[in-house]
DNA sequence: ATAATAGTCTAGTGATTCTGTCAAGTATTA
DNA sequence: TAATACTTGACAGAATCACTAGACTATTAT
């Protein structure tokens, strides 16, 4: 259940490969592609619909590609994903251009809201500088129990490498 | 975008109205779609998938219906949910039935993990009870800057009657 | 017995969304 | 002017969703 369409997923990775270059330059699509294995047809669609939302900006002709239009640390996964598929709506009742007839009395109304409020301050909270630095796992919270351990300590050495170079 | 299908949604609710009546006998599915605006064909599928599972009991014939397994207190919105839509699986990589070769170096593996992982502690601690109750919309966390406040404070006056009688 | 009530089970179907591909075009630089 | 690269819109097959239909089984009251 509540599945992320491939389009969001491809979307921060082809994301995370332009702020992994965000000082060697612009990217190309068809870098992505190889490095994400990703179709280049379908990642023209998604990085431009990135670009209309002014979160990444392009350059044309030889040598160009794409660029972060801000710092790694400023572009939250959330912003990505909101612009790729939309705010976070659990329900139809929740979605702005939905809503729903039953809201005043609906006994999971709140439930849902409650829910989808805590994912999206999850994904706002995570940046492509934490992916950058290999963060990620960081809950948002860590619940009663949890010891937050080494920060490194769960990375595979393979990404340990990728980050290094 | 990460959107409940209404299997799963119906569902809850359904089993709210089963928990409502859990000490005034059985209820038929025709109360539920009565009370719930749900389709007597559609709740039949659900009510036996969720019955097949053991977390609620059935009575044949005249006066019987639905009924609780166990306490409302010991249902989680998680399990109804696991049970009619499968585990929570952000992305396919993430699923026990498909899983993904590049997990491995993988830049957004952990972050859709650990964010499978937030949503799931969030469903198994919120309960039958709790809906019964109004508290559905205290967050299993609290945020810095988010002060609780009063519990029923947002509970609509016509939820408060229903859950009266 | 039998009629009425109420749950059980299997298929199937139209609509929608997903996951891409394709092709023709525009802008920039060497 | 040739090569590189992004831009745009259309479209199509596959999968999933959100149900509906219909025939069947079990239980109870009369
Ligand atoms: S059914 Fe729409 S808010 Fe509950
Ligand atoms: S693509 Fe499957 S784990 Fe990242």
Redesign the pocket.
């Known amino acids: 259940m509540l ?1 992320l ?3 969001g997923q ?1 979307g921060v990775r082809a994301m995370f490969e332009i702020a992994r270059s965000c000082n060697h330059g ?5 870098e992505i592609s190889e490095r994400q294995d ?5 990642l ?2 998604i ?2 619909q990135l ?2 939302s002014g979160i990444i900006k ?9 660029v972060l239009s801000r710092d790694p640390g400023k572009v939250s996964i959330g912003e990505i994903l909101r612009e790729l ?1 939309g705010p976070v709506a659990i329900t ?1 009742c929740l979605d702005p251009k939905e809503g729903c007839m039953r809201v005043e009395g609906c006994v999971t109304h709140l439930l849902w809201k409650s829910l989808g409020e805590n994912i999206e301050a999850f994904l706002n909270s995570m940046t492509l500088k934490d992916l950058l630095e290999g963060n990620e796992f960081i809950s948002l919270k860590q619940r009663p129990g949890q010891v937050p351990g080494n920060i490194m300590a769960k990375v595979p050495d393979k990404t340990k490498a990728r980050l290094a170079s």
Chains 1, 2 share one sequence.
């Open positions: 599945r369409s491939t389009k491809y612009p990217v190309t699509i068809r990703v179709s280049v047809a379908y023209e669609q990085l431009n670009r209309k392009s350059v044309r002709g030889p040598g160009g590609g794409y598929e139809s």
